[in-house]
């Protein structure tokens, strides 16, 4: 699995590694946040996902914290996923790579990063939990933690690409390439909707991870960052967009 968006000299794709680990099972609820995490940037990340959207109260999260598994650990070492349902949509959003670590200021890695499809409208918690999209979300938070953040990597490079490890998940099977992936675009402009929200700790940018079809991800390999441009402009125009549709 690797991170595609920086160029070399010969403006030829370098692949990055991150060292992620493998989705690791959600197995638990709770608030959607402690009450030490209501200060400050916590309130206004609260804020911000409130006027896309109606807020599940509890979160998707652990019994054993994933970083005593073998996982990247977290500014705050909570790891969570928020749900977020609007009219049309569902977001699962990540919800602790933007905490305070006790050990510097700021705003963690600088980011929270989300999933959002039509496909997730209707699910129970149950549901989100178990499907794919937690799955890739999942995974692609764990290489964001690995990173200490993506947000200096999409300033620089502007819209990035991978490829996430989801056999053995849900998703469907047109979405998988012969490697047992699914391709993603990171960090595509959403309409309407603000990237970076501003709190007492810091800018946090609000990135979204969008799972593309195996035709684009072909365009993506082998056209480089015009590839990831040509795509990005063809889901503007015909209106998909960041969402993940199946």
Known sequence: MGLFGRKKKNDQDEQ??????????????????PLAD??????????????????????????????????PAWPNTRQAYRVVRTPNTVIIASDGLADASPDAPGAGFGCEVYIESPA?????FEALRGSWMFAAIENFAQNVAAMQGISGHLRQYGVASMELPLEG??????LLTERGTAG???????AGRAAQVTTSAGPVDIVPLTIVGTDELAVILGQGQAGRDSIVAARRQDGRGHVTIT
């Not at 804020?47 to 005593?68: C, E, H, K």
């Not at 997730?120 to 129970?124: E, I, K, Q, R, S």
């Not at 993603?184 to 959403?190: K, N, Q, T």
């Open 16 to 33: 990055q590694q991150p060292g992620a680990t493998p989705p690791l099972p959600a197995v638990g609820s709770g608030p959607s946040a």
């Open 38 to 71: 209501q200060e400050g940037g916590h309130q206004a990340i609260d804020a911000y996902w409130s006027q896309v959207g109606t807020v599940d109260r509890d979160v998707i999260t652990y019994l054993i914290n994933p970083m005593f598994q073998g996982a």
């Open 120 to 124: 997730l409208v209707g699910a129970d």
């Open 169 to 174: 998940t849900d998703i469907p099977p047109a």
């Open 184 to 190: 993603a675009l990171i960090g595509m402009p959403v």
